[in-house]
């Protein structure tokens, strides 16, 4: 049904093809857990079509926003857009959203091969269901000839209210103890009834991809063993395993051996971890579990008690080697540390942090400022509240992140598979700056977990130019400004074309694709009328037509704001 048209290039020394997808995306109603709501569906149809290709392939998908109510845009999690910053995807930092009727192409390179995940990166609207796999094989496998056949399973918390009334619970005033929103459910495949079929004497590759907005999952096969092979598209070494808890994006890929008989069909248990930190026993909730199985034969009885887990004790990423080899980056060049707490703002909203500072959108999407600013790109100055770091081509980076809030979170970064130096375990404080030894390779991913009250510590080199966003990957904390924004070798941004595509998007909502945060394109350094405060109220994904017609959404807000209060402002806007 969703049959990717493929046209093979006749390119002598390679076989790369080109992967088109045109994509109408809209509301469907669905049912997974038997509750049914509208959700957002690809050409009709979801659970979403699979993104599939081999590395070296690209893909193009048109897609086209028939929503009608919400503007959106695709990011391609873990594809590390390398020459293509501008197809990244989240919303004012790479382009302007998409608005109801208009059309936006893709297009990038499949650069290394994994399993990966694309998703909406506008506005928190992907757990209203625009996510789904995305497969790159790989034609010089270190693995191959070890499985005989390849399964995706994806895991996914699930809400039964839409994305927008959440973020009103959300960012609430009454909402003190900065609560997110707690999932209604839990899905496998879109489902919650995931099955196996195993077949003797074979082994499985099966790619586990979390889609998840919020929570964890815990899982656990019985009578079988994992052997994790690779984790967000970089291969590990063979990491043998019981359990695993993948965080929301992270992905985890096993290979299941089949055992030699078909007499018994068995279990497997995936619980939903909402733990405020799960290493406290005492803390444990697990309030949505799923029962899967592996069946060998139909024919006889699916084991009549799920599977009983005393413990959790997943294994531990940060001990797995990297499978490339590609040993401790040298010493660091450019050092970034995220202080992440939770505070209340001036407008009594809760929000989240990184060193006091909360991610505010700006008016011209960060990447295009970088291109539009001349040297000035390499002042952070000109890319407004984004929490800016500017890096040069070429450092080895390291970002530490405090974690100082009492639950894990995930964290992710745009345009690289960092290694990961260290993470100790709940309670360790922030880092205290000793150098770190790394024996062997360490391993690398594009989303890692903090654990609570700790910190961890995390190394890239700088080697692909372009704006990429650092955030903690639970949806609830992008929407209360959990991101920084890395400015990777302005130097080489500037000058830079903005694709046709952007400009009628941006143009067909008045916003400016050019100049400062604020879009002054005289003075770089003049802020003036830059946004310095989120959106209040938010509307999440909800399309403004009323903010275009005006010009500035921000403007309009402001306004709305002024005539509800009924007290003096104080706070400068
Ligand atoms: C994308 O799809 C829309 C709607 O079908 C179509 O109007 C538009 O021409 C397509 N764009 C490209 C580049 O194919
Ligand atoms: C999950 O869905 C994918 C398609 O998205 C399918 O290929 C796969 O077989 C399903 N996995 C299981 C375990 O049913
Ligand atoms: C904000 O929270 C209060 C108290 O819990 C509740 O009455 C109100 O409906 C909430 N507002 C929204 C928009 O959800
Ligand atoms: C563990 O969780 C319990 C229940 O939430 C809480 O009372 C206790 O303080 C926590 N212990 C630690 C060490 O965080
Ligand atoms: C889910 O599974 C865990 C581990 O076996 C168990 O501790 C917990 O009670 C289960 N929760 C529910 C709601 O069944
Ligand atoms: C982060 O917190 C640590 C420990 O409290 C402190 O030493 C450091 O100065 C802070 N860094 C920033 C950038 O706020
Ligand atoms: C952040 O805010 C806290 C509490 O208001 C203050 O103690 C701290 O100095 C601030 N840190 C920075 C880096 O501004
Ligand atoms: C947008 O339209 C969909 C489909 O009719 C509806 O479910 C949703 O509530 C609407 N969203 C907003 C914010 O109006
Ligand atoms: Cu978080």
Same mark, same amino acid.
């Given at each position: ?19 088109? @997808? ?71 930092? =790479? ?10 192409? *893709? ?8 399993? *990966? ?25 270190? @693995?191959?000839? +070890? ?41 496998? #495949? ?13 082994? *499985? ?31 590990? +070494?063979?990491?043998?395993?019981? +359990? ?7 992905? *985890? ?48 009885? @699916? ?9 959790? %004790? ?6 797995? $080697? ?29 929000? =989240? ?7 505010? %959108? ?20 000109? @890319? ?32 690289? $598979? ?64 959990? %991101? ?64 275009? #017609? ?24």
């Amino acid at each position: 049904m969703f049959k990717p048209i493929l046209l093979l290039l006749s390119i002598p020394s390679t076989l790369a093809a080109i992967i088109s @997808y045109d994509w109408n995306i809209g509301f469907v109603s669905a049912a997974p857990d038997g509750v049914s709501r509208q959700v957002i569906g690809i050409n009709g149809q979801w659970p979403l079509p699979v993104i599939e290709g081999t590395a070296g392939d690209t893909v193009t998908i048109n897609i086209t926003n028939s929503l009608g109510n919400q503007s959106t845009g695709l990011h391609f999690h873990g594809i590390n857009q390398k020459g293509t910053p501008f197809m990244d995807g989240p919303s004012a930092v =790479s382009q302007c959203p998409v608005p109801p009727g208009s059309s936006f192409t *893709y297009t990038f390179q499949l650069d290394e091969p994994g399993t *990966y995940w694309y998703h909406s990166h506008s506005n928190g609207q992907y757990p209203d269901g625009l996510r789904g796999p995305l497969i790159v094989h790989d034609p010089n496998d270190p @693995y191959a000839g +070890q499985y005989d056949e390849e399964i995706i399973l994806t895991t996914s918390d699930w809400y039964h209210d839409e994305v927008g009334t959440l973020i009103q619970q959300l960012l609430n005033t009454s909402n003190t103890g900065f609560n997110p929103p707690i999932p209604d459910s839990l899905l496998l #495949n879109d489902t919650q009834a995931a099955k196996f079929h195993f077949t003797p004497g074979k082994t *499985y590759k099966v790619r586990i991809i979390s889609m998840a907005a919020f929570a964890s999952t815990l899982f656990q096969f019985g009578g079988h063993q994992m052997q994790i092979i690779e984790v967000d598209g970089s291969y590990t +070494q063979i990491a043998t395993a019981d +359990q695993i808890r993948v965080a929301p994006a992270q992905r *985890y890929t096993v290979l299941i051996k089949a055992l030699a008989t078909t007499d018994l069909n068995y279990a497997f248990l995936v619980a939903l971890d909402i733990n405020r930190d799960f290493t406290n026993v005492s803390a444990s909730v697990f309030p949505h579990n799923i029962t899967g199985y592996i069946v060998y034969d139909e024919s006889k009885a @699916y084991p009549s008690f799920p599977v009983e887990v005393d413990t959790w %004790a997943p294994a531990d990423d940060v001990t797995f $080697q990297s499978q490339s080899g590609q040993s401790l980056l040298a010493s660091p060049t450019k050092e970034i540390t995220l202080n992440f707490t939770f505070g209340i703002d001036s407008q009594g909203v809760p929000r =989240s942090y990184f060193n006091n500072i909360t991610y505010v %959108a700006q008016k011209v999407p960060s990447l295009f400022t970088a291109f539009t600013t001349g040297s000035s790109n390499t002042n952070p100055l000109v @890319y407004g509240t984004v929490n800016p770091f500017v890096v040069e081509s070429g450092d080895i980076v390291q970002i530490v992140v405090n974690n100082n809030d009492a639950a894990i979170h995930p964290f992710h970064l745009h345009g690289h $598979q960092f290694q990961v130096l260290e993470r100790p375990a709940s309670g360790s404080g922030a880092f205290d700056g000793h150098n770190i030894a790394f024996l062997g390779a360490p391993m690398q991913r594009d989303t890692v977990t903090v654990n609570a009250n700790s910190y961890v510590v995390l190394r890239f080199q700088a080697n692909n130019p372009g704006v990429w966003l650092f955030h903690c990957h639970i949806e609830w904390h992008v929407i209360m400004g959990l %991101a920084a924004t890395i400015i990777e070798a302005p130097e080489s941004l500037a000058g830079g074309t903005i694709p046709s595509d952007h400009q009628s998007v941006c143009n067909a909502q008045k916003i400016p694709l050019a100049g400062n945060a604020a879009g002054n394109t005289q003075n770089f350094l003049d802020l003036a009328g830059a946004n310095t405060q989120p959106p209040n109220p938010d509307n999440g994904p909800t399309f403004e037509p009323s903010c275009v #017609n005006s010009g500035s959404c921000d403007e309009k807000r402001k306004r709305e704001r002024r005539h509800r209060r009924s007290f003096p402002v104080l706070e400068a806007f």
